[in-house]
């Protein structure tokens, strides 16, 4: 029986196009046919391209006419909407950009037109990227495609689940504090963060600058190297992109990795929950006994301290990025009618406080404004971590909180350099549980630890991969994460594609109702 192109790997796919076994209109009916069946039980997509049929129709025109043609011609992307495109709705899933669209492509947009790619659309997120489960957006929460009842993880959640449901081949995604391998790893599928500065973060609605990195989701390590190919390079545009040549990811899949040291916590895999420990040293084990790894043990002493660390400077950063979404500068403006009650709301409250100073500053239009619109465009989550990183940016409490945190960043960074003299890469879980329930973590402290295992690649800027390494119990999946030296991508990738050539854990499919 011949294989349905939902199923196919991106590279798979490119090699029908080449041969002509199939035409990129042919592709791209298939996957918006497959997303208008499905879309609605997983909520993974929240823009379809008017044009995406135009856009596969136009490829398959410059084929016939032998004209050159990029790496990704015909093939369908989708990518995360807090990616800016000049010709879909830029919301980054939240209720203050829920009109905007922006004047211009974001870079990695940019080459991925270069490069033929036919965008199908853009995918639900966390609202501005912040959160751990993909529940926080203002459109509704995404279903992981392996149980609807299960979040995707986050905040590409959207991204994850349409891979791993057959939505398209390939996805875009951003990574503050594993953002990408989260969901990666709850969802089955590969996930990539870059070395920081290695992907031109020029059009990426901004979270936390310091942290925020593009890159690829895909079935395959090798799909990810196609994709990374295509993004990663320098943009004079982007201050923190480094000028440094993009290797031939790809042609350095072929060579077998040879006697890798590879580093493991032995903290990290007891803090897991049994069904993760377990996946997680099977796929530990197959690196040593058919991949010729050597495993060693190694200590990484500040990262206790990471999620605290993450917490402090990431809203620090995100409440200065914010602060334009004003309803002046940028975003959704609150009604008047809205504006005047909820101030009387602030003035009744001031009043029974005796805040006269307040009551003076209600007086402000403006003020008023910006109050009434930031707090009905802005969700609770994001609301909480502006007033987190104001609160640490505030006079007598910088030198406490936000100073610290950059002075134990650097001990956590250490951390890294120290251990990549003992070893090539460091190997773990990517989270210490398998999908939980939508719903199921309401405390905020509780919820900011799923990213006990991620944050530390972003503080210290290294890259990270995800990659499917089993199933639990429930048949939800589970992932192992790989982490590098800066730019070492290659080194990742290679080891995940050979990783996959030894196990079949990426064929698996979940079963989706309603899918042909």
Same mark, same amino acid.
């Given at each position: !029986?011949?294989?349905?192109?939902?199923?196919?790997?991106?590279?798979? %796919?490119?090699?029908?196009?080449?041969?002509?076994?199939?035409?990129?209109?042919?592709?791209?009916?298939?996957?918006?046919?497959?997303?208008?069946?499905?879309?609605?039980?997983?909520?993974?997509?929240?823009?379809?391209?008017?044009?995406? =049929?135009?856009?596969?129709?136009?490829?398959?025109?410059?084929?016939?006419?032998?004209?050159?043609?990029?790496?990704?011609?015909?093939?369908?992307?989708?990518?995360?909407?807090?990616?800016?495109?000049?010709? !879909?709705?830029?919301?980054?899933?939240?209720? !203050?950009?829920? +009109?905007?669209?922006?004047?211009?492509?974001?870079?990695?947009?940019?080459?991925?037109?270069?490069?033929?790619?036919?965008?199908?659309?853009?995918?639900?997120?966390?609202?501005?990227?912040?959160?751990?489960?993909?529940?926080?957006?203002?459109?509704?929460?995404?279903?992981?495609?392996?149980?609807?009842?299960?979040?995707?993880?986050?905040?590409?959640? @959207?991204?994850?689940?349409?891979?791993?449901?057959?939505?398209?081949?390939?996805?875009?995604?951003?990574?503050?504090?594993?953002?990408?391998? =989260?969901?990666?790893?709850?969802?089955?599928? #590969?996930?990539?963060?870059?070395?920081? @500065?290695?992907?031109?973060?020029?059009? %990426?609605?901004?979270?936390?600058?310091?942290?925020?990195?593009?890159?690829?989701?895909?079935?395959?390590?090798?799909?990810?190297? =196609?994709?990374?190919?295509?993004?990663?390079?320098?943009?004079?545009?982007?201050?923190?992109?480094?000028? $440094?040549?993009?290797?031939?990811?790809?042609?350095?899949?072929?060579?077998?990795?040879?006697?890798?040291?590879?580093g493991y916590v032995?903290?990290?895999?007891? +803090?897991?929950?049994?069904?993760?420990?377990?996946?997680?040293?099977?796929?530990?084990?197959?690196?040593?006994?058919?991949?010729?790894?050597?495993? *060693?043990?190694?200590?990484?002493?500040?990262? $206790?301290?990471?999620?605290?660390?993450?917490?402090?400077?990431?809203?620090?950063?995100?409440?200065?990025?914010?602060?334009?979404?004003?309803?002046?500068?940028?975003?959704?403006?609150?009604?008047?009618?809205? *504006? %005047? @009650?909820?101030?009387?709301?602030?003035?009744?409250?001031?009043?029974?406080?005796? &805040?006269?100073?307040?009551?003076?500053?209600?007086?402000?239009?403006?003020?008023?404004?910006?109050?009434?619109?930031?707090?009905?465009?802005?969700?609770?989550?994001?609301?909480?971590?502006?007033?987190?990183?104001?609160?640490?940016?505030?006079?007598?409490?910088?030198?406490?909180?936000?100073?610290?945190?950059?002075?134990?960043?650097?001990?956590?960074?250490?951390?890294?350099?120290?251990?990549?003299?003992? #070893? &090539?890469?460091?190997a773990g879980p990517?989270?210490?549980?398998?999908?939980?329930?939508?719903?199921?973590?309401?405390?905020?402290?509780? !919820?900011?630890? *799923?990213? =006990?295992?991620? *944050?530390?690649?972003n503080l210290a800027?290294?890259?990270?991969?995800?990659?499917?390494?089993?199933?639990?119990?429930?048949?939800?999946?589970?992932?192992?994460?790989?982490?590098?030296?800066?730019?070492?991508?290659?080194?990742? %990738? +290679?080891?995940?594609?050979?990783?996959?050539?030894?196990?079949?854990?990426?064929?698996?499919?979940?079963?989706?109702?309603? +899918?042909?």
């Amino acid at each position: !029986m011949t294989t349905p192109l939902w199923q196919c790997s991106a590279s798979e %796919l490119l090699s029908l196009l080449a041969q002509g076994a199939v035409t990129a209109e042919e592709l791209a009916a298939e996957f918006l046919q497959r997303t208008q069946r499905l879309n609605d039980s997983l909520n993974a997509v929240l823009h379809v391209h008017p044009q995406a =049929l135009e856009q596969a129709r136009e490829v398959d025109r410059r084929r016939r006419a032998g004209e050159p043609l990029g790496v990704l011609a015909g093939l369908p992307v989708v990518v995360k909407d807090n990616l800016c495109t000049a010709d !879909m709705p830029t919301t980054c899933a939240s209720r !203050m950009l829920a +009109q905007y669209r922006s004047p211009f492509d974001a870079t990695v947009i940019e080459r991925l037109r270069q490069a033929g790619a036919v965008l199908l659309g853009k995918t639900n997120l966390d609202e501005f990227a912040m959160g751990s489960s993909n529940e926080t957006s203002h459109f509704g929460p995404v279903r992981n495609p392996w149980n609807p009842q299960r979040i995707p993880g986050g905040s590409s959640g @959207g991204a994850a689940a349409a891979v791993a449901a057959g939505l398209a081949p390939l996805s875009l995604g951003s990574d503050t504090g594993g953002s990408i391998r =989260l969901p990666a790893g709850l969802c089955g599928v #590969v996930g990539l963060k870059p070395t920081y @500065g290695r992907v031109s973060r020029w059009g %990426l609605v901004a979270f936390a600058s310091s942290l925020d990195q593009i890159g690829p989701l895909a079935r395959t390590a090798q799909d990810c190297a =196609l994709l990374l190919e295509v993004i990663a390079g320098h943009d004079p545009r982007d201050s923190t992109s480094v000028p $440094r040549e993009v290797p031939a990811y790809r042609k350095l899949l072929d060579s077998p990795p040879v006697g890798l040291r590879i580093g493991y916590v032995p903290e990290h895999l007891e +803090q897991a929950a049994p069904a993760v420990q377990e996946a997680v040293r099977q796929g530990l084990d197959v690196l040593v006994q058919e991949l010729g790894a050597r495993l *060693v043990p190694i200590r990484m002493p500040h990262a $206790r301290y990471a999620v605290a660390t993450y917490y402090i400077i990431a809203p620090s950063e995100a409440s200065s990025n914010l602060a334009r979404y004003d309803g002046v500068h940028f975003g959704y403006r609150a009604e008047e009618q809205a *504006v %005047l @009650g909820q101030l009387r709301q602030e003035a009744e409250a001031l009043r029974r406080a005796g &805040d006269q100073k307040g009551l003076e500053e209600l007086d402000s239009p403006l003020v008023r404004l910006y109050r009434a619109t930031r707090s009905q465009g802005f969700g609770p989550e994001v609301k909480r971590r502006i007033m987190l990183g104001t609160y640490a940016l505030s006079a007598g409490y910088y030198d406490q909180y936000y100073l610290k945190a950059l002075k134990v960043r650097r001990l956590i960074r250490q951390d890294y350099l120290e251990a990549f003299q003992q #070893v &090539d890469l460091i190997a773990g879980p990517v989270s210490t549980t398998t999908a939980f329930a939508l719903g199921e973590k309401q405390d905020p402290l509780e !919820m900011y630890l *799923v990213d =006990l295992f991620t *944050v530390g690649a972003n503080l210290a800027g290294v890259p990270a991969l995800s990659l499917p390494c089993g199933f639990d119990a429930e048949g939800l999946p589970v992932g192992m994460q790989l982490q590098g030296p800066l730019f070492a991508e290659d080194r990742l %990738l +290679q080891l995940a594609h050979h990783y996959q050539q030894h196990t079949s854990w990426h064929r698996q499919q979940p079963q989706l109702a309603g +899918q042909a």
